[in-house]
């Protein structure tokens, strides 16, 4: 029921592109993204609905595509304050009471 | 707007002591979620409530853990009698009285526990 998240760790230079992926067995009603950096809070970044809404992030953009239950984040021009763990949160449609299910995390560092 | 309180900040006990997180949501949300969260993993849901109510506690380790929210403000989670395995950092969240499912959740600081 866990989403899947890939890949597991990223290490760019200043000024490149990542993209994290997130895919679940269950049907979704919403996809939210967080970045966590070490001994902090999740902050969120961004949340993608069933039905194509998308709300978006500093220079941060997301796609969610429901046919195939996967939503991808798109980090361009990468900025060292980018340097974080990405968790993607699903909620199913299914016995959906909002609760948010956590992938395992995507380990982001940017370097100089 | 102030964020999510959380307190204390660090924890550390020895196993079979009993141990209590308290939270304060931002103002004026009705939903409060306590999530705990392994080094390494995503935060896991323990519980949830509306206003004072219980929507899911069905992670919730009943036997050692609880947690109340009177008057549908703060909230407190224990654990009685702990185990080496409770070692985590304990993240509360609150979301607007909009509420699930497509509400932006809030986290707080979190409580680092280490059970030695």
């Known amino acids: 029921q866990q989403p899947v998240q890939s890949p597991q760790a990223v290490i760019l230079r200043e000024g490149e592109d990542a993209v994290i992926n997130c895919s679940s067995s269950?049907?979704?009603?919403?996809v939210h993204w967080y970045r966590q950096k070490h001994g902090e809070a999740p902050v969120f970044l961004m949340i993608?609905?069933?039905?194509?809404e998308q709300k978006g992030h500093e220079k941060i953009s997301a796609s969610f595509n429901e046919k195939k239950q996967q939503s991808s984040l798109y980090l361009t021009a990468s900025q060292l304050s980018y340097s974080g763990t990405y968790f993607c949160?699903?909620?199913?449609?299914?016995?959906?009471?909002?609760?948010?299910?956590f992938g395992q995390g995507t380990t982001l560092q940017v370097k100089p | 707007e102030a964020g999510v309180a959380q307190s204390p900040r660090y924890k550390i006990i020895e196993k079979r002591q009993s141990v209590a997180f308290w939270c304060n949501p931002i103002?004026?949300?009705?939903?409060l979620y306590w999530y705990q969260q392994i080094l390494g993993q995503g935060p896991k849901l323990l519980i949830q409530?509306?206003?004072?109510?219980?929507?899911?506690d069905s992670q919730l380790p009943k036997d050692r853990f609880s947690a109340e929210r009177l008057k549908g403000v703060d909230s407190t989670l224990k654990i009685q009698p702990a185990k080496l395995e409770d070692s985590a950092v304990y993240l509360c969240?609150?979301?607007?009285?909009?509420?699930?499912?497509?509400?932006?959740?809030?986290f707080g600081p979190g409580t680092r526990l280490t059970v030695l």
């Open positions: 969240a609150s979301s607007s009285i909009a509420g699930p499912p497509a509400d932006t959740q809030y």
């Open positions: 269950k049907a979704l009603y919403s």
């Open positions: 993608l609905l069933k039905g194509g």
């Open positions: 949160g699903t909620v199913p449609i299914s016995g959906n009471t909002g609760k948010l299910i």
């Open positions: 103002s004026g949300h009705a939903t």
């Open positions: 409530f509306q206003n004072n109510g219980v929507v899911d």
